[in-house]
């Protein structure tokens, strides 16, 4: 088990912000001479490492090669201080990256939220952001959007306890295609995603900002998936790309 009581009370009580830690670990000449993986992650000290955790199903996790491409873009731009985090190991993605993630395919948020199952994840890991793209199995399964808010609201107040400072990243979730899917999921996609930013405006606050990040706006399920629901390589790119538009002004 990975464990740090000591970090998380010293990030706590020193009043440290994220994006001080952040610009703290892009300055440090050490992590800015470091290359990719191993090197990179050897340079690293515990201060100055931000700790990012992908949440969510096999759309996060299986094997979900938007991670290797967003780790590959944030150490491209500089950003070597950031550790993705997570009880699960990245799958092979055509190069090397910084796997650690937690999505688990085929689980539903609002099951992981009824279960407390992200308690431990976030006590073994200790995220400083969480990249949340949840809620598809859900909506496969005819969950309304109002339940799957109040498990994002849940799995929200876990994370806080956990980090009273924790940046949390919400995705609106990419759309399904019901030909290749269920014959409500499109507008069920529909309805959570619109339903979002009403919410993550009530859960936000200055210490623990939620911010929404657009992922189903342009997203095409006949070019960027191949199955009308996983991303396909142009899809893992379209995520990537959004997760990463989000990510950079917390390190400036």
Known sequence: MDQRPSRAARRIGAGLGLTLALVAGALAPAAAEAGPAGTAAAARTEEDTVRIMPLGDSITGSPGCWRALLWADLVEAGHTDADFVGTRPG????????????????????????????????ARTEPDVVLMHFGTNDVWSGVPAETVLDAYSVLVAQMRDQNPRMRVLVAQIIPMDPARSCA????GVEDLNAAIPAWAAGESTAESPVTVVDQWTGFDTGTDTYDGVHPSGSGDRRIADRWLESLLPLFS
Do not use: P
Request: aromatic content about 12%.
């Open 91 to 122: 799958d092979g993605c055509g190069f090397e990256y910084d796997g650690d993630n937690e999505g688990h395919g085929g689980f539903l948020v609002t099951d992981v939220a009824d279960r407390g199952l992200l308690v431990d994840w976030l």
């Open 184 to 187: 409500g999921c499109g507008r």
